[in-house]
Each structure stands twice: as C-alpha cells, then as structure tokens.
C-alpha cells in the first residue's frame, strides 16, 4: 500500500493511497509518498523547494534522472535544475534555469536570468555552457532592452565562462568574439565562410581575409584511344635533362588510369621518337609495370640506355595511380627512382652498351604517346595532372605530390620554384584548340592530336581552386594564401583592358600579351644652369621625344635657388604649341610648382613620336637658378 507521511514515522501518520488529500495541518518535517522502495517524493515546506527522485539518493543519486526547484545560497533566488547521470559515470550532465534579479526594478546591465549545462569531471560539477540574458541599456516603464550572451567553457583549465562566445544586443547587432559589436556582424577573429556569400552594402575587414573557392583543382582528364591520340607540346631544350658535364637531375609526375593493364600499355610522357630527329627519354606503363629510360643518341637511336623497370606490377586496372620517377643525374649509376602512390617501386637498374649520357635532339615532347608507329608506345585511357621538375623529388617531396590521392595544387608544394612545366590536363583554361592544353607555369603549351579528348572526371580527388587573399598590409593574393607582393598572381592571369605598371613589375615566366601595353614613367629635363641666374626667353630647351607619350599629370618645375621676388613662369610646346591653358608658376621664395598659388592647367595631354618639345621662360624671378622640368608620361606599345 502506498504512504504519505510527515516523515516522523509515527503512528496515526499513515494515510492510505485511497485519500485525495493529506490534509490541513501543517507539518514541521517533510512530506513522504512511497511505493516502491526507495522511489520518493519530498515537499520542505519551510525552504519551499520540492525534489523529485526516481531512485536512491535523492538529487544526489549518480544513476537516474533528476528534477530539483532548490533555493540558492542567499535563499532568495529559486533555481531549477534539471540532470541526469548514466549508468558509467559518477555523474553526468546537468541542465538549470536560474533567475538572477534582485529585488525592485533592474538597471542596465543587470542579469535577468540564465540557461546553464554542466558536467562532472570526476571530482566535481563543472560549467560547460550557458545562454544568459541581461538588461543592455536604460529601464523605464515599458523599456526594457535586453542582449543575449552566448557562452562555452574553452577546457583548457582557465576560468569556467571567461568570455562571451556570441553576443545578441537590443539594437540587433550581433558580436561572435567580442561582447561590444560595432557592426550589425562584428566578428573578431579568425572566420571562414563556406559556400556562396552574397553582401549587400559594404564590408568592412580588419585583418588578413581569404576567400577559398570550393571547385576542386582537377575536375577533367584527358581521354586516349590507344590508337594515335596524344598531345603534342614541341622540342624545347628545357625538357632535355643533360648539359655538357653529364645527366641533370629532374623529376616526372603524372595521374593515371588504366582500364585493363593487360592489354592497355604505352608511354605517359616522353621526348622521344624513332625517327631521325632522335631519342632523349621515355616514362611507360606496360601491363602494370613502370618503365623509365633514357638514350644516349649520338652513340645509336635505342640501343644505349640508362633505364629502370619495375620489379613488379603496382599499377592495377580500374584505378587512379600517382606514378612518379626521379633522377640525381649522377653517371656512376642510373640514380632512378619510381613511386606509385607515394611508395617507393623497387626495380632494375642499368646501363646497356656505350651509354654516356641523354644528348639534345630536336625530338618533340610527347604526352600519351610517343612514336606512333609502335603500339607500345602510344598510352590508352586517361591521364590527369602531369608535372615536370628540375631537381629529383625526395620521398617527402613525392608523398606531398601524393597527397593522400588527391591532385595537389602544385602552387602549394614546396617545390614549386623547381616546376619546369605543370599540364592541368582538361582543368581550368584548358581547350582542345591549339596551344589548348596548357602549361601553367612556364608557357610551353600542348595541343591535343588525332582526337584526344577532354573529360569530367568526379572520383578523382583534388584540392580546392586557390584562394583570394587580402593581408593587414594590403597585398592581394590570387591563388596563393601568403601573397610576397602588393599584387601577387599565381597561375595565368588575363587582363581584359588597360594594365597600368606604376612600378617594377616581375614575371616569373613567360609573359603572352595580346594588344597594347602601356607603363608609366617620368622624366626629368634640365633646363637652366645651378650657378647662372635664369633668363627670359623661348627655346631654353629643346628635344625630340623618342616615342609617343600621353601625360598623365601635371608636369612638375623646381629651382635649386628660389626667386627672391617676382615668380619663375614656364611654358612647355609640343610642335609649337603649348601643352598648357595656364601655364607653370614657381612663386617667389619657393623651389616647386606644387605650391604655386595658381595651378598650371594642361590643354593637351598626347604628344606624337618624334614630336620637338621647346620650354619657354615667360618670367625669370630675381636670382632664380636650376630650373629642371619634370614629364610625367605613360608610355603604350
């Protein structure tokens, strides 16, 4: 039978479970409802608070949910709390209301209540997070402006609560980082905003801003039939990895899918061919295994090698493979080396017959097939991202190529510097015009032959395209995080319109320029003497210019000693007339035309090739001397 008592456990206290209710008297213990052992409900009277427990312990049990209304320490602030602990851990997590206010109307910045969640660490119950809400501003009747804050514990032992994650004021604005936002978003900190972002009005970036574009470097490949496609990029010496001490060291990159290694073979990339324009290098995949050689051709056309072929068979069907080769470029051994998905591929090295080393031939640099003529030579299926260095890749520097099977952003490897030519393979620019394949480093451009054809391509991994970046000084990088220039570009850039170099200007490869390019510059012309006094007069000055120019600013005089009194006026004349409506003034006790109380005003700002250019002085001053000139003038060609 169940029982409700005073807890005094004395006779005449029990009451059936057949009563409504308890009754009128006020009793000094608690109330007690029992069934089942142990489950109880608890009213304290006297404190006001109820629990309610549905195991042993009461609210300090360490295995069952609990509800508690509990008065804080000054007993007068009622607390809800909520929490629960589970059946492998002393205590688990909490939840709890509280009301902070104090008696009578509240003032700014008054706590009205808060939201909390806490946890046991082992030892004791600890803040985890809380939603608190506050007063932001004046009380009077019927205002009460209220801000939200959003805190978290950061769990690296510091104060529970140390700061504001996120801040809601009553005036809308909100702060992530910062409980004083400025803005209607003021985010202090590191952000990053993922997928598209549309703002309306201006934003405003105090610090560095990268915006990172969610397209993957490698989206296509290119497609070959295995009959005669390939992409024909020409004989550049560059290519040609020997000079007159020897071999060079270098390194070959590239992605590739084979559809059936037992029947599908051929090179992925050479500078080789059989006909009498020579033989230099060689990089195949027969049947699973990778072939590397070299020929020395002054001696024969593929009897003396320098060559490495693979012990066994990693490239497997169906499959995407990084496949790498390196050479030291040394001449006491082969010095090769082969990867395939950034492990390393034993094989067999060797010198055949009199090799000495690679020679320079006029032997095109071939991708996807090299000598038509002979079909294990020509590639079939598909290759992706082919990479081309200087140097011999370490095995970190292969793995960071590798990375973890997706195409990297070659940009972002740390031997780029050492990038002779870096094909794309269908990705980015790229088109099956001529010079459609193009390389993004250095100029030397493919074009796809016999119907070699572009492809998407989506379980092929890849970094991101490379973002915009914006520093605290104010260099823009585009496609590169950490830009080392004001404006620093890294891949191919086109400019539709005019490009105005103010400066010096540095381009790490080769610059194509369709139309007019058109750069600023000065001159300075010296008109008068530093030690003679400065005379009236036409013609002080006369010279042709070498070019035509157009002036985009005012031309600037200055003076070496200054008019005592009386202003220095000058008169510049293209052809015979002048470039001025108002002419260029020195005024007495100054040494530059950009303090004169009347500024000159340029009626004409072309001036043809070869054109004669006469300066006048119209007013010497008193004592005047050094009189220079100085053209400012943007020169197109």
């Known amino acids: 039978m169940a029982i409700i008592s005073d807890g005094n456990n004395r006779t005449g206290d029990e009451l059936s479970d057949k009563h409504v209710t308890v009754g009128t008297v006020e009793h000094t213990g608690s109330y007690v409802v029992s069934g089942t052992a142990g489950n109880q409900l608890l009213v ?111 769990g ?6 140390p700061g504001r994650a996120m801040v809601i004021k009553s005036d809308g604005k909100v702060g992530i980082g910062t409980g004083t936002p400025s803005d209607d978003l003021h985010v202090v900190g590191t952000s990053k905003l993922q997928g598209n972002t ?100 002054d001696k024969s056309g593929t009897g003396d090698q320098k060559r490495i072929i693979a012990s066994s068979a990693t490239v497997t069907s169906n499959t995407w493979h990084h496949v790498v080769v390196t050479c030291d470029g040394g001449s006491g051994t082969p010095g090769y080396t082969l990867y395939t998905d950034a492990s390393t591929t034993a094989g067999t090295q060797q010198f055949t017959n009199n090799y000495a080393q690679t020679r320079n031939t006029s032997a095109p640099l071939t991708i996807g097939a090299a000598d038509l003529g002979s079909g294990n030579r020509i590639f079939e299926d598909k290759i992706a991202d082919v990479v081309i260095f200087n140097k011999e890749l370490s095995s970190a ?8 099977g997706n195409v990297k952003d070659v940009r972002t490897h740390s031997a780029y510097d050492n990038v002779i030519s870096w094909w794309k393979m269908g990705d980015d620019l790229d088109s099956t015009s001529t010079d459609g394949i193009i390389d993004y480093v250095s100029g030397y451009h493919g074009t796809v032959e016999n119907g070699a054809s572009i492809v998407s391509e989506t379980t092929l991994g890849s970094d991101n395209v490379g973002p915009i970046s914006i520093t605290r000084s104010g260099s823009l990088g585009v496609g590169i995080e950490s830009p080392e220039s004001t404006l620093h570009v890294a891949g191919r850039t086109k400019i539709d319109g005019d490009l105005i170099v103010s400066s010096n200007a540095t381009v790490a490869g080769n610059a194509s320029i369709s139309g007019p390019l058109s750069f600023e510059d000065y001159m300075i012309l010296s008109v008068t003497a530093d030690n003679t006094d400065i005379q009236t007069g036409t013609s002080q000055f006369t010279f042709r210019v070498p070019f035509a120019m157009e002036l985009y600013q005012i031309p600037r005089a200055s003076l070496t000693t200054a008019s005592s009194s009386g202003a220095v006026t000058i008169d510049i004349n293209s052809g015979g007339t002048s470039i001025f409506s108002t002419n260029l003034t020195i005024d007495a006790s100054e040494t530059t035309s950009t303090t004169a109380a009347t500024a000159a005003v340029l009626s004409t700002t072309s001036i043809t090739d070869d054109s004669q250019i006469t ?13 220079k000139i100085t053209l400012y003038y943007r020169r197109t060609i």
């Open 156 to 161: 690296d032992g510091s104060t529970v609560m």
């Open 615 to 627: 300066i006048d002085v119209d007013g010497a001053g008193t004592g005047a001397r050094g009189l």
């Open 44 to 154: 304290n009277t006297a404190s006001m608070s109820v629990q309610y427990a549905v195991a042993p312990g009461g609210y300090a049990t360490s295995v069952s949910p609990n509800i508690g209304v509990f008065e804080n320490a000054n007993g007068s602030q009622p607390t809800i709390s909520v929490y629960r602990a589970d059946d492998t851990k002393a205590y688990g997590g909490s939840f709890g209301l509280a009301r902070s206010s104090t008696t009578g109307s509240v003032g700014s910045g008054d706590s009205l209540g808060s939201l909390s969640a806490a946890g046991n660490d082992g030892t004791r119950m600890n803040m985890a997070a809380e939603v608190a809400f506050a007063v932001d501003g004046a009380v009077s009747t019927d205002q009460m402006p209220g801000r939200i804050e959003f805190r978290v514990n950061p």
């Open 198 to 297: 549309e703002i309306t009005g201006s934003l405003e970036v105090l610090g560095k801003t990268s915006i990172q574009d969610t397209r993957s470097i490698s989206e296509n490949y290119i497609s070959f039939d295995g009959v005669d496609d390939r992409i024909m990029v020409g004989d550049y010496d560059v290519f040609t990895f020997s000079d007159s001490s020897g071999d060079t060291p270098f390194s070959v990159s590239a992605w590739i899918y084979v559809n059936d290694v037992s029947t599908d073979i051929g090179t992925i990339v050479g500078k080789f061919t059989l006909s009498g324009t020579g033989n230099e290098w060689m990089f195949k995949q027969e049947q699973g295994y990778l072939h590397f050689y070299m020929y020395d051709f």
């Open 397 to 404: 520097e292969v793995t960071e190529l590798y990375n973890s």
